[in-house]
């Protein structure tokens, strides 16, 4: 049955009603209508190309025109009347439907003219009669009286009509006075030959959203291309797949002769639907006929088969087989994008959804009322009856299954079933493998499931203190359908399986991270067609298997392992450990401990290895204490149990050895580690994976203890053995090389440091491809070592995108990311942007806080880092005041003598410096350096910084014999402990020279200045920003000497080079055009120091404001300057500022 298009509907009419009522004016009104009508398709036919129409129509009107002359009131000529107006309404309404078959009404157009010229003599008759015409009336119509005469007319009039609806097969049902309503309207335009649809329903009336899909369909379907144009719609059953199509054929209509409406569920429906097409088209009685007829059809007809979802349905043979028309389909089944151009129909735009959600609700609001885009057209009827919209969202996660499996009585669409049933009937389908698989991912979480979750499964050792193997018998049952006779995981098997579930939508597939993901909906859902509790806990064994290094399915999880054994609680441990989800980690371990300790005692392997884990727990919470008191009794216990050389004895004290080095306590973390050393060389060989591991683990001792020789020598070692043992390219065999540049890099080689680190990097790309966390963490090392080098730009650019990378891949608050923006922060602050580096540092510190706690080692670490860009910004007393806490945090955590309490103290030393309370920095300083030789000896790296720190404060209390005597020693240790060209030696030797000039040996600071600018030149390159600085401080040297042209030479060369490599405005920048400024004063260039005086001061008021103390020095040097050039007001303008500054500081 054909009607026309709800967008671009012709003119339509219907007959007249009136005769059906009671009351005498209706009896006698009859006639108005119908020449009301008639006129009104005598008008319309004027606008097409069909003379025949107009014809009969102007006809019909002579006819009705008449009668009204003889009586109107004559109800034997109603009946008559009406029959010819509805012909002529059937035939109007086809002609202009199918303007390209209109020719087969034209026959039948010409007969009824020239026989309703008859009827028209006959009437006319009765108010004039005539014997010569009532002679021929009666031959017409054998009949000897008028009325029966009328009554034959009557007859074969009805005959024709009968003949011609079921040639035409329309319904004719709407209004005359609609149809009059639009033809007299000013707006009224008559459209060409127009479509027919094929039982196509108009979309829903509250459709929203979908715009890029709209848009690319009717960028696709062109006429007259040439070719046979296909588009799939598919995605999830209730995404709004058929509603996408059916707004489409609402918009287009015009595009299309013909659109037909194909059920595509099973191969029944289609036959059906398209024997109909054949049958209401005169073409036949059978689906060939209804294709043949199509492909010779020419023409841009359009056939869209709806809900085609069943895979092992072969679409393509009902495909007319020409190169014309078009066809659209809608599918659950992603594999029918093989048809032609398509578009994955998924969740709605959060915008469209709020819309759609308050439309169907007859509502307006905010967008804070609604949560769950996904239910949008479910709740809105909930809502439009209860006008509760935030109460809605409550019921919805109390009633899920039941509000989803309900449909509304007042619908806005056709759509004729639920939500869960489209989805249900997509399950039904699935095989009882593919059926098992979507239940246990239910249990998962619904997005980064992967196919490694499953096979890592299948290999399951069944270590003591997690489930054993008698747990595990259905979830093993159920992995070993992915196995190869060989019981080797198949992937083909597993990617058959999947490509089952997702021939529904009801999984889908990222190719680009090759994780499936299910919608919430579908996944909540799935979990639902668990029939009873038994089967429901089924998964549970599995999904601990598939859950290890995945956090997001703990949480999907968690509600379900209520009764379970001890061991799946520790089996989600290291999950929430690398996420670093510590409070429940610790919650989560300590009570499993409870339990095992409880099931098996004490002294049982299972519970010491919880025991063991709960320290680690411990340790990465910073409760190193409490984490050594356990990981002693572990060790103790084991040497008991198992003996000294029993592997799990040597992993207990290699964990004892890690938490002594937390505690700071390198010594005794040597001797512990050096003894796992040995015995795993004994008990394995010196080849084993686990004692080059404690190899490593050594190494990186010897580096926090300062023997950096020995850790390279070590580092040099693991990575030879791995590389002949694994090659050139295995993780292990990276992470080595990747150890030994951090070497390098601490033995002042960051050339060396760099190679290696492009190797590891290039490698890991090309293995692991870029976003692989052990990518970004090899591409972040290299920053680190760009910005040793002095390359800040290239350290900013990489720490850019390893930022940006890990935020996408792990999320703003997981550690390596805060990691990320912390080193960014640093390199911001090199590159003298403090407000970022700040801006940065809040950040970190505010996630570490919320994530780790205010006590956390890494959360103080923020806290001081932030400190010391307070203190670059001249906020001394901020920074002063953080200090303050990390310092007593640090003690009450750690204790007065860990590194990173001495650390703090010694920061805080640094900012009395800077609020030139001297005196309190050497005390604290005098406090640092004694514990730091007392726990690391005087020859330690850390002493030698201690030692260098306290010297400066002597400096800044003009007491500069007793700082070079600290200089002198730090240099000779320094010299002995890395060599005379490592960075921090060369960092003495230019402290030195310092002190030489403070006590007026210039000569002497020259040549150790000069002797530091070669060394930095050769090793770190002209462009270096310790090159410059060294550079800056032989100029000094010159000016002290008298040799202000060679100074001034050196501080333009510095001058030029800063703005090219840091830009004009980076403090270091303005610091050396401050010093050339100085040069030209003393060359006697006073306008040119002016010149240079006032952009110093200007860009650090730009930078800083007026109150940093760097400001104010460049107002008291530029009040300087205007005083020798007799520009006193000038001058004491800015003196008057710098009081007024100094009084509220």
């Known amino acids: 049955m054909s009607t026309t298009s709800p967008s671009n509907a012709q003119p339509s009419t219907t007959q007249p009603t009136g005769g059906n009522k009671a009351s005498a004016k209706s009896k006698s009104d009859w006639l108005a209508p119908a020449i009301l009508t008639a006129k009104t398709i005598t008008a319309a036919a004027e606008c097409v190309p069909f003379p025949y129409i107009k014809g009969v129509s102007g006809t019909v009107v002579i006819l009705l025109e008449t009668v009204e002359k003889v009586k109107k009131n004559r109800e034997d000529l109603k009946e008559l009347c009406e029959s010819t107006t509805e012909i002529v309404m059937i035939l109007h309404d086809q002609i202009l439907a199918h303007g390209n078959t209109a020719v087969k009404f034209k026959a039948m157009c010409e007969e009824l003219e020239s026989y309703l010229a008859a009827v028209i003599l006959a009437v006319q008759n009765l108010h004039n009669p005539s014997k010569g015409f009532r002679k021929r009336v009666k031959e017409f119509v054998g009949s000897n009286n008028m009325t029966d005469e009328i009554a034959g007319h009557q007859k074969q009039i009805q005959g024709i009509c009968f003949k011609l609806k079921l040639l035409a097969a329309v319904d004719t049902n709407s209004k005359v006075s609609e149809m009059h309503a639009i033809m007299t309207a000013p707006s009224f335009v008559v459209t060409p030959p127009s479509q027919s649809i094929n039982n196509c329903p108009p979309p829903s009336r509250i459709f929203q959203g979908r715009q890029i899909i709209l848009a690319k369909m009717h960028k696709f379907f062109t006429p007259n291309s040439g070719k046979q144009l296909i588009y799939v719609l598919h995605g999830l059953g209730g995404a709004g797949k058929t509603q996408i199509a059916l707004k489409f054929i609402q918009e287009s209509s015009a595009k299309f002769l013909d659109i037909f409406l194909l059920d595509a569920s099973t191969l029944d429906t289609i036959n059906t639907g398209l024997k109909n097409i054949a049958v209401s088209e005169f073409v036949g009685d059978s689906a060939e006929d209804t294709l043949t007829w199509l492909q010779s059809k020419h023409g841009d007809w359009l056939l869209f088969f709806d809900n085609a979802d069943d895979p092992k349905i072969n679409l393509n043979k009902f495909f007319p087989q020409c190169n014309h028309g078009n066809i659209i389909i809608t599918s659950r089944n992603p594999g029918l994008r093989a048809y032609g151009t398509h578009s994955p129909v998924s969740d709605m735009e959060d915008k469209d959804a709020i819309t759609l959600l308050l439309q169907s609700a007859a509502k307006e609001g905010s967008e804070e009322n609604v949560q769950a885009a996904a239910v949008i057209v479910k709740a809105g009827s909930f809502i439009l009856q209860s006008e509760d919209i935030a109460g809605y969202l409550t019921l919805y996660q109390e009633n899920r299954a039941r509000l989803l499996s309900e449909k509304a009585v007042q619908s806005h669409d056709h759509y004729a079933w639920t939500v869960y049933t489209t989805w249900q009937i997509s399950f039904d389908r699935l095989s009882p493998i593919a059926a098992t698989l979507l239940q246990l991912c239910s249990f998962l979480h619904y997005s980064g499931i992967s196919e490694d979750m499953f096979s890592n499964a299948s290999k399951y050792s069944f270590p003591v203190w997690l489930p054993a193997k008698e747990e595990l018998q259905e979830p093993l049952q159920f992995l070993s359908s992915f196995l190869d006779p060989t019981g080797e995981w198949s992937s083909l098997r597993f990617s058959e399986v999947t490509n089952e579930i997702k021939s529904y939508s009801l999984i889908t597939f990222d190719a680009a991270t090759k994780m499936f993901s299910i919608h919430p909906l579908v996944h909540a859902w799935s979990r639902n067609t668990l029939v009873d509790e038994a089967a429901s806990q089924i998964p549970d064994h599995d999904i601990t298997l598939a859950s290890l290094r995945l956090m997001p399915h703990l949480g999907a999880l968690s509600p379900f392992n209520a009764g379970r054994g001890a061991g799946f609680g520790a089996a989600f441990l290291y999950i929430y450990l690398s996420v670093r989800k510590l409070q429940e980690a610790q919650d989560l371990i300590e009570q499993v401990f409870d339990k095992y300790n409880l099931i098996f005692g004490e002294q049982h392997p299972a519970t010491l290895e919880i025991m063991q884990r709960l320290g680690h727990t411990y340790s990465c919470l910073g409760e190193y204490k409490k984490a050594k008191e356990l990981e002693v009794t572990v060790l103790e216990k084991r040497s008991k149990l198992l003996g000294e050389d029993h592997l799990d004895t040597l992993r207990a004290r290699e964990h004892l050895a890690r938490t002594h080095s937390d505690l700071g306590d390198f010594e005794n973390a040597k001797e512990l580690q050096v003894t796992v050393l040995e015995k795993s060389i004994r008990l394995l060989g010196r080849d084993h994976p686990e004692a080059l591991m404690s190899m ?450």
Request: aromatic share 2%; net charge negative; glycine share 6%.
């Open 696 to 1145: 490593g683990h050594l190494a990186w001792i010897h580096s926090k203890l300062g023997d950096f020789e020995n850790a390279k020598e070590l580092r040099v070692t693991v990575l030879e053995k791995r590389t002949a043992l694994l090659g050139q390219d295995h993780p292990d065999t990276l992470t080595a090389m990747g150890n030994l540049a951090r070497s390098h890099s601490e033995l002042g080689d960051s050339e060396k440091a760099k190679e290696l680190e492009v190797v590891v990097l290039e490698k890991r790309t090309k293995l692991l491809g870029e976003d692989h966390p052990d990518t970004l963490l090899a591409m972040g090392n290299l920053a680190i070592t760009h910005s040793e080098l002095g390359d800040l730009e290239k350290a900013k650019e990489l720490e850019v995108v390893v930022l940006e990378k890990r935020i996408k891949l792990l999320g703003e608050h997981h550690p390596q990311t805060l990691m990320a923006m912390g080193n960014l922060a640093s390199i911001h602050s090199k590159l003298g942007d403090f407000e970022k580096a700040k801006e940065f540092e809040v950040t970190v510190l505010e996630k570490r806080i919320k994530l780790l706690g205010e006590d956390h080692p890494d959360t103080l670490l923020a806290m001081g880092n932030l400190a010391r860009t307070h203190s670059e910004l001249g906020e001394f007393e901020k920074a002063k005041e953080v200090e303050v806490t990390v310092l007593e945090k640090r003690i009450k955590l750690l204790g007065e003598d860990h590194p990173a309490t001495l650390l703090a103290m010694g920061n805080l030393a640094r900012t009395h410096s800077k609020l030139r309370d001297f005196e309190k920095a050497k005390e604290v300083e005098v406090t640092v350096l004694e514990k730091r030789i007392k726990l690391l000896g005087e020859d330690h790296p850390q002493t030698l910084m201690a030692m260098r720190n306290l010297a400066s404060t002597h400096s800044e209390l003009r007491d500069f014999e007793k700082a070079k005597k600290l200089k002198v020693t730090g240099l000779k240790k320094w010299i002995a402990l890395l060599g005379q060209d490592h960075p921090d030696t060369l960092i003495a030797m230019g402290d030195l020279a310092t002190t030489h000039s403070k006590l007026g040996d210039f000569e002497k600071a020259k040549e150790l200045e000069v002797a530091v600018l070669e060394k930095r030149t050769k090793l770190l390159g002209e462009d270096h920003p310790d090159t410059l600085l060294t550079m800056g401080n032989l100029a000094t040297t010159h000016s002290e000497l008298g040799d202000f042209e060679k100074a001034k030479e050196l501080e333009v060369a510095v001058l030029e080079k800063r703005i090219k490599l840091l830009g004009e405005d980076h403090p270091q920048t303005l610091m050396a055009m401050g010093n050339l400024a100085i040069t030209h004063s003393t060359l006697g260039d006073f306008e040119k120091a002016k010149e240079l005086e006032v952009t110093v001061l200007e860009k650090r008021r730009q930078l800083w404001g007026d109150q940093h103390p760097d400001t104010v020095g460049a107002m008291q040097n530029l009040a300087i300057m205007y005083r020798v050039l007799d520009k006193l007001t000038e001058a004491e303008d800015l003196e008057q500022l710098v009081r007024q500054i100094q009084m509220s500081l």
